[in-house]
């Protein structure tokens, strides 16, 4: 149970009062997270609780509840105290009545009260854990299968108004969650070299985000098959002419998280080859950089990068063709075919449990269904105090090249032919994570993380 | 996706025949975990597999199904092959097919098929994860709230009586898993001093089980303060005058579990007071440890350690008066308030989830309801084949010790005064793991993790 606070009373009153000022009328209701079972119910996983719950209650814990009253302006949390035959299990705990004052919250009932104070038209969120399905289907007398259908669509629209825009509070402590995960960045370029397991990086990253107390913020990639977009098996050896992708970042004890990655030869030395391809895409990475700033459509910045890629891959011969009919049509997406980036605050995908379309597009930007583009997270356009990612790639997938060239896919944008002799390549991402600020973008962590080429090998041979 | 499985298809296939032989008719449903939402959906905890569905299923990934079926002898596995969209987020997957025959399943049906294949008398085990409460719901239509009272006592008995005998091939990997486990006490050990965050420590025991591939069995407890039993927050600094108390342990990629306990002094060095109360716990152990053989009650080697702690403690004048009468009243569970140990094996309290009075207690014996006894994971006679933790301690819990003294609770088998003293002692557990042979016991893990004062303070020198 977490009796550190990383904001003042004020600040959750404020952000209490801000929601109740866009949202205007109703009863809303905040579920905070419950413990998982791992493989029984009394062992489990890490407590995480819910990040709408953390921004507007701010208490760590599972097991209580939160009402927020637009009518009658008052917030109400329902928490029990500690019974003194938990005390030997748990230790001695401050009063709910206490940890209430410390995010301004004056009233406090009793759990049992919980239940009778909730209305069958109370608003809530669409539940992303099957327990919170369960409650709520209980309480509203609802069907459990279609319980997020009725998620209040008002309630949404408030909190990724007012999550999405991160205040200086919030920007002090998402740059300490990049620090750290630079930090951890750093230390696996320097010990990256041939022979160690993924895991034995991963286990190296793991203790620095443990020694700054803090936890992963999503689970690690760390794998010579960066080409396999989402690899979580860690069990490959680190060999001589692979290249090691790891995208990976902290999450604070407040929540906030980081998320960076770097590719770079397990060799400490890129090839001529190697080199190639990753100019191209640390070049889509600062093309998509210089265009952040507030009303820019991340839409754009996203399509930059594309076309980055697709001009610098045919410097190489691997592309040909008119670069803008081959960006319209989605040909670059055999090599860059994820989306460039997403917010980022107390989810490392930030607010996408209330609807990844809700958070990233708008009435002016909808999602294509082009491949490539349809897993772009957030087209609509950037304001001061968002904070993104920007990571574009290339891989060389061979499952996916094979099944363009059997049908001959573009065939007038890619030359098949060249792409053979890229299909052991592997996969190179580069991501690091910007602030909107006026005018312009900054970016967060104080660590110079190496991703200019002389600068990784300098890095990688001390 | 594992494709490294730990026991060969005839194991896998025997395992399920000698089910079916006890359980002679009915059609048996076994459910895999899914994935579950950290704070959205597509951010996942680390993946477990329900414990029983590797026992029969050997297959450590979510969205298959199977079912044993007794009355026709067969095993169907439902499982859908990856789509080739999906193949570059996860890379090439073998079939699903190649993945059954490893572990001797011959049909492979789609899981389109499952649900049609579930009639409403099939056995299930009563779940543990809201999802499956919801699947069953579901699938049978039966109320979400009550599913769990439908559960399967013959399945639940079938398979706490197979799994709890533990075959030469299991006790390998279990000694594999205790060895890693003492790898990681044994460098905590080294690293204890003051001024370290707990959560350092954490990080380093956490680096050597990922150097191993392996995770964590259950959440650590690392504490300067092991009187509160269950204390998993890690953000003390230790000093000098306390005792450190780390209870963890890891789990294999096959899902064996290791679970040991150390405490020792943070400066290194044993106080006088300090090796008094630790040598009654070393001594509660190991005569318990003594006591251990097949046919023996674990019920009489938890009543051993509780007379043996309360005997010691009388020689420090803590407590007074006939043995026998206070350890039957409970007065020991002032100090010992917890069970001597459990069952351990693919769950660190192994099979749990399947009740615990179905796993430790029988038609002999019954659950105590006395304060701390009633804590007794496991009270029923010991077979060859068991494995089990001996795992006695001592605590001086002020707040316990202030509720007791104020009611004078067992005051003629306790010296309240004398205690006085103590409560900024802290707690002591010390705890291994040992297999049930013949005529005895064989304590699991091949490094010689130190419990002796002289061979602690020794290794804490180095």
């Given at each position: 149970m977490t009796t550190h606070f990383p904001f003042s009373a004020e600040t959750y009153r404020a952000r209490r009062t801000q929601f109740i000022n866009f949202v205007k009328s109703g009863k809303y209701l905040f579920l905070s997270n419950d413990e998982v079972a791992y493989?029984?119910?009394?062992?489990?996983?890490p407590y995480r609780q819910d990040s709408s719950f953390l921004y507007y209650f701010g208490l760590d814990f599972p097991g209580i509840y939160g009402i927020i009253d637009a009518d009658a302006g008052t917030t109400t949390l329902f928490a029990d105290d500690i019974d003194i035959n938990m005390v030997i299990w748990t230790g001695p705990m401050p009063s709910m009545k206490s940890l209430a004052e410390k995010v301004g919250i004056d009233m406090v009932l009793k759990v049992e009260a919980f239940e009778k104070s909730v209305s069958s038209d109370i608003h809530f969120l669409p539940p992303y854990r099957a327990v919170h399905s369960i409650l709520l289907s209980k309480m509203l007398g609802k069907d459990v299968h279609s319980?997020?259908?009725?998620?209040s669509k008002t309630m949404i629209k408030a909190i990724i108004a007012q999550r999405s825009i991160k205040s200086a509070e919030e920007l002090v402590l998402m740059n300490e969650a990049t620090t750290i995960s630079e930090t951890m960045h750093l230390a696996v370029m320097k010990a990256t070299?041939?022979?160690?397991?993924e895991y034995e990086l991963v286990a190296l990253a793991s203790k620095i985000a443990r020694e700054h107390g803090t936890v992963w913020s999503f689970p690690p990639i760390m794998t010579i098959?960066?080409?396999?977009?989402?690899?979580?098996?860690?069990?490959n050896e680190l060999t001589e002419d692979r290249i090691l992708l790891f995208d990976g970042g902290c999450e604070l004890p407040s929540g906030y998280a980081g998320d960076l990655t770097r590719a770079y030869p397990v060799s400490g030395k890129f090839t001529n080859k190697q080199k190639e391809v990753y100019e191209i895409v640390l070049g889509a990475q600062k093309t998509a950089i210089d265009l952040?700033?507030?009303?820019?459509a991340y839409l754009n910045c996203h399509l930059a990068s594309a076309h980055y890629i697709f001009d610098g891959l045919k410097q190489l011969g691997i592309t040909k063709g008119d670069s803008n009919e081959a960006v319209q049509v989605g040909a670059h997406a055999l090599f860059f075919?994820?989306?460039l980036g997403h917010m980022i605050g107390l989810?490392?995908?930030?607010?996408?449990?209330?609807?990844e379309d809700n958070v990233g597009y708008d009435e002016t930007f909808s999602r294509s269904?082009?491949?490539?583009?349809?897993?772009?997270r957030m087209a609509k356009k950037l304001e001061t105090g968002h904070v993104v990612t920007v990571e574009p790639g290339i891989y060389f997938i061979p499952e996916l090249i094979a099944l363009w060239k059997d049908e001959q896919k573009f065939s007038e944008f890619i030359n098949y032919q060249t792409l053979e002799s890229y299909l052991d390549f592997g996969g190179i991402r580069i991501e690091d994570d910007y602030a909107v600020v006026a005018g312009g973008s900054k970016k967060l962590g104080?660590?110079?993380?190496?991703?200019?080429i002389g600068d990784v090998e300098s890095v990688m041979s001390m």
């Open positions: 493989n029984y119910t009394d062992n489990v996983f319980i997020t259908e009725s998620a070299k041939a022979g160690l397991k098959n960066g080409q396999t977009l989402h690899n979580h098996g860690h069990h952040i700033k507030p009303g820019e075919p994820h989306g989810d490392v995908h930030d607010l996408e449990n209330l609807g269904k082009q491949f490539g583009l349809r897993s772009l104080d660590v110079n993380l190496p991703k200019e």
